[in-house]
């Protein structure tokens, strides 16, 4: 079946350095792809969504890149921020038509100053 | 707009006590339906999805139920609930369409005491 798999656990890093998640799946199709972030206490928001014509989707200073060929959607931000402290989420959805949505197990960022 | 209602907020319950969760959304019209559970510090774990009134999908059961007796409506229960019921429900949404977005309502925290 469908699966994602995450970097584990707690990813700790300096305000102001690079963010890069890591992110692969399997799939018998060409799923979609996405990030969610969840702050303390909140619900989970979509923070990027795959797109079919290897456009590049950003938001909020995150991009992320779908490469088919490594089965890969890694999470980047050029520059951490206080703010970005969080739960992320890799998900994929679309995949053999069962409209299911599988989810990774999970990153926490935790930015320092 | 469409929008997605959670209730209750929260509760406290007791081991082997009923728990009835419920879902509403207004504003679309045959929703996919979904149900997570969170573990208080933990990942998120798909348990049911709906596609259609009637029609449930489990998906990690939980000893943990789920209907849905209308088109816009998720109920989750339990005739007996155990510790480890404990932690944030989740209801969420998609299109009925192949790889949309999820939309997350505000979500319940249940304490089982």
């Known amino acids: 079946g469908d699966s994602v798999t995450q970097t584990e656990g707690l990813v700790t890093l300096t305000e102001g350095l690079p963010v890069m998640l890591n992110c692969t799946y399997q799939?018998?199709?060409?799923?979609?792809l996405f990030w969610y972030v969840q702050h303390l206490n909140e619900a989970p928001k979509l923070l990027l969504k795959?797109?079919?014509?290897?456009k590049r989707p950003e938001h909020q200073g995150f991009h992320a890149t779908l490469h088919k060929s490594s089965s890969s959607f890694h999470l980047q931000k050029s520059s951490a921020q206080l703010s970005d402290s969080a739960l992320y989420y890799c998900?994929?959805?679309?995949?053999?038509?069962?409209?299911?949505?599988?989810f990774g197990t999970g990153t926490r960022l935790q930015v320092l100053p | 707009a469409q929008t997605i209602h959670q209730w209750p907020v929260a509760e406290i319950k007791a081991v082997g006590s009923p728990l009835s969760l419920g879902c509403t959304i207004k504003?679309?019209?045959?929703?996919?339906l979904y149900w997570y559970w969170q573990a208080t510090g933990g990942t998120l774990q798909q348990l049911f999805y709906?596609?259609?009134?009637?029609?449930v999908e489990s998906v990690v059961q939980l000893n943990l139920s789920a209907s849905r007796p209308k088109d816009d409506q998720f109920i989750l229960s339990t005739e007996k609930l155990l510790l480890s019921h404990s932690g944030f429900y989740l209801c969420?949404?998609?299109?009925?369409?192949?790889?949309?977005?999820?939309?997350f309502g505000h979500g319940t925290k249940l304490s089982v005491l």
């Open positions: 969420a949404w998609t299109r009925q369409i192949s790889n949309e977005r999820l939309f």
């Open positions: 795959s797109f079919t014509d290897n």
């Open positions: 504003g679309k019209s045959s929703p996919n």
């Open positions: 709906s596609i259609t009134v009637g029609q």
């Open positions: 799939s018998t199709y060409s799923p979609f």
């Open positions: 998900a994929l959805s679309g995949s053999s038509n069962t409209n299911k949505v599988v």
